[in-house]
């Protein structure tokens, strides 16, 4: 149509936070040659931020008046959500928060309550679940993105169609329908919906039932701003540490609606089919949530020896999520971890600990999906124990700052998730019209600001359209063992069960002691063959205890890296010295190949 004719502006996406570098602009210039003679299309980029709460959010308005709000990149669930500023009286015994903009539906003049009275209960498959009216109002993305556009290309950029309006800094869009949050079980803002419609008849959730107004990308699309129902996100601007995460990041990420930008990864975007999702209680089975094949999880010490955490036949169902700041990982692979960094288990706590200068070591975790390994830092799966309340961290009884492992068991949420640790490693991309994803590990930028230079000469950086069933730059995955696998989630039982009596210990007055000990292997003499290496479900645990008391701050740490002990082999042999067997209960229910 005309207004695709008028899209002669490229956008070239390129680290805004790296434009220093010289390398930088020889990529941009190559860019650019290469854009204006090939591509004619401009994709919106929404700029991300991040608050002090972990939340990665994009600014918007909505309202006549317009009414300043934040929505959360949300990847599991496909609708928007406001937070309602009018009946605080329903807020009791809630959880939303005292900062978060809300909305005030009767101080817009273009609001308009779709059924008034009406509440709908959302229930999310994370286990979030907020009561909401639908309302329908105007909006506008108040931080987009056109970079490097030139400036008579830019004055021509105000595209209208309809009731859309897309100029170089914002996005705006009338009649878009909306969940005015009244309660919800967990702390929100806003929410922006970027998952697949989910189907489950007969609940609320349920997508058939809402216009096309609900759906952000399906907005888009209509209007023409994107060739099909896609996005790709890229969140490797966040390089907070455990130190610094409470401190808000203006830019820190990416979403480019409908588009591919080859600049935000390395190494292979590996493409994947959705794992269906089956609903526990009714069900229905939906495509559309971010579930990949995760396989087997290995980890890797800064010398570069490597383990694995699971069998090596693992392969299971795992939700990603933008919304959750801890992820949630089988028991089994939980306790492998901890064995590996000396991690200990607190039950009045409920959480792993383990001592802060982990994060400096240069342990990686890798997650295998078939042919592609996205490196996760352990740096980024620790938290600070700091409690503002009292102004103090733990520490252990070796007078080690402790930190909080962020991984938790998956009977909590009876699915395993990957939230934010994985989240900021990757770029991932969504078709929702072919349901598939493709993710490949990002590309970081370091801490001074600068992005990682990688020699990647004669490499498009163009950004390409998602099409319906294409999405550039990705290669295929699929294998006939993850075709008929389907995510079932089990029962959320809470209960933590089995951990070994060594990995555990007590806390009080701020000192973590009993058996938190080490377990790095430090003894190991001789060793000799196991019998087989699918015994994913006992392992054995080496322990010495001098590990901790000796260690004396980072110095000593650090020099001593990582000494693994391997639970399964050790180059076809296994260990010979005392050690105790620990069995774990298999979370067998929990992920099941389904013949459809
Ligand atoms: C959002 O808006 C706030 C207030 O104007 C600003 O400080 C922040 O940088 C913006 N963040 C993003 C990601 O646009
Ligand atoms: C606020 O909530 C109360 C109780 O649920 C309801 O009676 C009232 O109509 C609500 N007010 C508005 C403005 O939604
Ligand atoms: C909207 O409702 C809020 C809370 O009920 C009230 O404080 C405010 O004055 C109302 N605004 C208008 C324009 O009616
Ligand atoms: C959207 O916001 C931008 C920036 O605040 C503003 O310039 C633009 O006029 C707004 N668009 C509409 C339709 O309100
Ligand atoms: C926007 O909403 C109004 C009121 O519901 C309706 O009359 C109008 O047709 C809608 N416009 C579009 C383009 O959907
Ligand atoms: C939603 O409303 C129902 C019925 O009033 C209530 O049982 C439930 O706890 C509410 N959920 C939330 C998240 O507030
Ligand atoms: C570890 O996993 C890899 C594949 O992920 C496999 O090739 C290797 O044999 C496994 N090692 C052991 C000791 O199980
Ligand atoms: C917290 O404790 C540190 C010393 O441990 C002190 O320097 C700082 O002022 C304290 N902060 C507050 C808010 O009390
Ligand atoms: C880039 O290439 C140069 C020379 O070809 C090499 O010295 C350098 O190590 C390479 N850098 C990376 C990050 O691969
Ligand atoms: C997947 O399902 C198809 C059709 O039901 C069946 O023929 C095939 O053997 C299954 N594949 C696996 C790996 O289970
Ligand atoms: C631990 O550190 C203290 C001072 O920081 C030092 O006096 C002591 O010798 C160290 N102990 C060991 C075992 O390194
Ligand atoms: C965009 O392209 C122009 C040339 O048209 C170049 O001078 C400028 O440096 C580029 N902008 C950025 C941000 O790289």
Not at 348 to 377: E, H, K, Y
Not at 410 to 428: H, V
């Amino acid at each position: 149509m005309s207004c695709l004719s008028l899209w002669y502006l490229w956008l070239i996406s390129i680290f805004r936070l790296a434009l220093a570098t010289a390398s930088t602009t020889k990529t941009t210039t190559t860019a650019k040659s290469e854009a204006s003679s090939s591509m004619d299309d401009a994709f919106p980029v929404l700029l991300i931020g991040r608050d002090g709460r972990g939340n990665y959010y994009v600014n918007s308005t909505f309202g006549t008046p317009s009414q300043f709000q934040r929505l959360a990149i949300d990847i599991i669930q496909p609708y928007m959500n406001l937070v309602s500023g009018i009946n605080s009286s329903l807020w009791e015994g809630s959880y939303i928060h005292n900062g978060v903009p809300l909305y005030a539906i009767n101080e817009s003049t273009s609001s308009i309550p779709v059924s008034p009275g009406q509440i709908y209960e959302l229930s999310y498959i994370d286990g979030r679940a907020v009561n909401c009216t639908l309302v329908t109002d105007d909006m506008n993305f108040t931080n987009v993105l056109a970079e490097n556009s030139s400036t008579t290309l830019l004055t021509n950029l105000v595209e209208k169609e309809d009731d859309m309006q897309f100029d170089s800094g914002s996005l705006s869009l009338s009649n878009v329908s909306f969940f005015n949050i009244e309660s919800a079980n967990f702390e929100t803002l806003g929410l922006l919906g970027l998952s697949g419609k989910i189907t489950n008849p007969g609940s609320d959730i349920d997508s058939s039932q809402y216009t096309e107004n609900s759906y952000f990308l399906s907005l888009l699309k209509d209007a023409n701003f994107i060739e099909s129902s896609s996005y790709s996100l890229w969140l490797a601007g966040d390089t907070s540490t455990y130190q610094t995460y409470t401190d808000p990041i203006y830019k820190c990420g990416k979403l480019i609606l409908g588009g591919v930008d080859p600049s935000l990864f390395t190494g292979t975007l590996g493409k994947f089919d959705l794992i269906p999702y089956v609903d526990p209680v009714s069900n229905a089975v939906s495509i559309g949530y971010p579930i990949v094949p995760l396989g087997p999880i290995y980890i890797v010490s800064s010398s570069g020896q490597s383990l694995n955490m699971t069998s090596k036949d693992f392969l299971s169902p795992a939700l990603l999520d933008s919304t959750s700041s801890v992820s949630y990982l089988p028991t089994s692979t939980i306790i492998q971890i901890a064995v590996q960094i000396a991690a200990t288990y607190v039950e009045s706590l409920d959480r792993w600990l383990v001592q802060c200068c982990m994060a400096d070591m240069g342990v990686t975790l890798g997650f295998r999906f078939r042919d592609l390994t996205i490196n996760i830092p352990l740096r980024d799966l620790l938290s600070a124990t700091y409690d503002t309340s009292t102004n103090t961290s733990m520490f252990f009884s070796s007078g080690q700052e402790a930190c909080f492992l962020t991984l938790y068991a998956n009977t909590n949420t009876g699915l395993n998730i990957l939230g934010e640790a994985f989240m900021k490693n990757i770029y991932m991309a969504m078709d929702l019209e072919d349901n598939t994803i493709a993710i490949a590990q990002a590309k970081k930028v370091r801490d001074d600001g600068l992005a990682e230079e990688v020699n990647e000469t004669n490499v498009s950086t163009a950004i390409k359209k998602i099409k319906s069933g294409y999405i550039p730059y990705a290669k295929v995955m699929n294998s006939s063992s993850t075709k008929n696998l389907t995510l079932y989630p089990s029962y959320r039982s809470g209960y933590m069960f089995t951990v070994p009596g060594q990995l555990t210990a007590a806390y009080s007055n701020g000192v973590i002691t009993g058996a938190g000990r080490s377990f790095y292997d430090t003894s190991r003499t001789s060793t000799s063959p196991r019998s087989s290496s699918s015994q994913f479900d006992s392992f054995s645990v080496s322990a010495s205890e001098n590990w901790l008391n000796s260690s004396n701050g980072t110095s000593t740490v650090s020099g001593a890296a990582v000494c693994l002990s391997n639970p399964y082999t050790l180059n076809g042999k296994s260990v010979a010295f005392p050690t105790r067997m620990v069995s774990l209960l298999l979370l067998s229910a929990f992920s099941v190949l389904m013949l459809l």
